[in-house]
């Protein structure tokens, strides 16, 4: 069980909705199924997909789709919204919040559904395909295209990637990603980290640092800087093993056609 202090922000969050409604929701008839402690706890045809905020949406179930697993906790005074709890075995978890009905006009969609902390559940599935980190946008595409144009990456002046064959990923709301060859980089520069990060719309990743050596400022290690994919989602399958560098952080540029593209900027920047 979490404690006092972290199951108030999922107590915030209904508020919060109620108060403020969603920023956007869209029914699906994707079949929708969590799994937790290897029973499927909830499965439906009836999903939401809601937005608390602008970035991407999360799923919200309908209560009758859970099993008898899922209990009630001790309420917050407000019959529109409480926090709930799933037992399976010897598991628990409390990252459950659950609205009531008679909500106005603009929480409808959220009546007598169900918010479960996607991190809680050991997986979640659209049909028969297991999703990762949160369910993906339906107004976001990604799409990788190759490119013979001539492509060059410096990190600090030094030539670390030169290729005439890479890979183009332009994903929404985002700047366009080039992917390289393992082969086109220059291998004495890059170093294995144990960093990885998830993506639900490409998967696992993992990271190199780019490591310039001594210079007149000391070492030139550059942490994280470069990612690739061992074993992408289907759609981006042609990106396994290729590499792209952070293209907004300082001392890198990517040149493409012999042209310097302009820096992006971003969180990450």
Known sequence: MTSPSAKSDLLKLGKSLLENGPVKTLATPRRVRILFNNVYVADTTSAVYVWEHEYYPYYYLPIESFTSNLRSLPGNG??????????????????????????????????????VEFAAA??????????????????????????????????????????????????TGLPCRFYVPATAAA?????????????????????????????????????????????PTLECASIAGCLCFYHEKDGVEVKLDGE??????THWS
């Open 122 to 171: 050991d997986v979640w599935f659209e049909e028969d395909v297991p999703i990762y980190v949160h369910p993906k946008d339906p107004f976001r595409r990604v799409d990788v295209l190759h490119s013979s144009r001539p492509l060059e990456i410096r990190v600090d002046g030094h030539l670390v990637a030169q290729t005439n064959s890479s890979y183009h990923l332009y994903e």
């Open 260 to 265: 310097v593209l302009q820096r992006p900027k």
């Open 78 to 115: 407000n019959p529109q919204y409480w926090t709930a709890a799933l037992h399976v075995g010897s598991r628990t978890t409390d990252r459950i919040l659950v609205f009531g009905d008679a909500l106005s006009p603009s929480c409808k969609p959220l009546e007598k559904m169900v918010r």
């Open 187 to 231: 291998r004495d520069t890059l170093r294995e980290s144990e960093t990885t990060t998830a993506c639900p719309y490409k998967g696992v990743a993992n990271y190199y640092h780019v490591d310039l050596g001594g210079g007149e400022g000391g070492e030139r290690r550059y942490d994280d800087l470069v990612w690739y994919y061992k074993t």
